[in-house]
């Protein structure tokens, strides 16, 4: 049964960066066929989708979030993690992993993510001096 | 960016009562939406992919439908353990979820 963990610290001061971890059992990141993902929700907010990881290939992320995020991947530890650097009040969220699915577009060729089908229980991240 | 404009964004209805909620995007999006539930202090679910999809184990009385930019979720029959916010997410190209709607018993 495949699940997902999110780790990291919980409180961060402004301009720090924001680093997390999602452990993913049940199945392996490198061999599975989806896209590995990062999404946020603000205390009382929405949803926002912050990145998409292909591994070893495709990496789409969210453009208001593009020039502060990175993600990367462990194969050792079947984990993935994201990096948020600059972090402000604004970026106090519960983030979530999560599997993405994919589909291809109209020429055939490009994949693009799709549907969050399972998802971590959350971890709270709060900014704040 | 696509922007999703859910409607409305909260409602009160009772035991047995049919719901809906609309999803309209900025642009076409075929048929790539999907719907999530979110019970409060709980993890999001998928719900629908594709507009109408159902996933697997998902009960009957929540369906999907629509094309292009506008989009309709529905609850035949509302049930307790259907209270949550429910969200919709278009997926052409960078996904985008829209804002939320809260679903309360009357």
């Known amino acids: 049964q495949l699940q997902l963990q999110e780790s990291g610290p919980g409180l961060l001061k402004p301009s720090e960066t924001l680093s997390l971890t999602c452990t993913v059992s049940g199945a392996s990141i490198s061999t599975s066929h989806y896209y590995w993902a990062w999404i946020r929700q603000p205390p009382g907010k929405g949803l926002e989708w912050i990145a998409s990881?292909?591994?070893?290939?495709?990496?789409y992320y969210n453009p208001s979030l593009e020039s502060r995020v990175t993600i990367s991947v462990d194969t050792s530890k079947n984990h993935f993690s994201l990096r948020l650097r600059s972090v402000t009040a604004a970026d106090t969220a519960l983030y979530y992993c999560a599997r993405n699915t994919y589909y291809y577009d109209s020429s055939g060729v490009y994949q693009h993510p799709a549907s969050f089908d399972y998802w971590g229980q959350g971890v709270l991240v709060t900014v704040s001096s | 960016d696509i922007q999703m404009t859910q409607s409305p964004s909260s409602l009160s209805a009772s035991v047995g009562d049919r719901v809906t909620i609309t999803c309209q995007a900025s642009?076409?999006?075929?048929?790539?939406l999907n719907w999530y539930q979110q019970k409060p202090g709980k993890t999001p679910k998928l719900l629908i992919s594709a507009a109408s999809t159902l996933e697997t184990g998902v009960p009957a009385r929540f369906s999907g439908s629509g094309s292009g930019t506008d989009f309709t979720f529905t609850i035949s029959s509302l049930q307790p353990e259907d209270i949550a916010t429910y969200y919709c997410q278009q997926y052409d190209h960078l996904p985008t979820f829209g804002q939320g709607t809260r679903l309360e018993l009357k």
């Open positions: 642009q076409d999006i075929l048929n790539y």
């Open positions: 990881h292909y591994y070893a290939a495709n990496t």
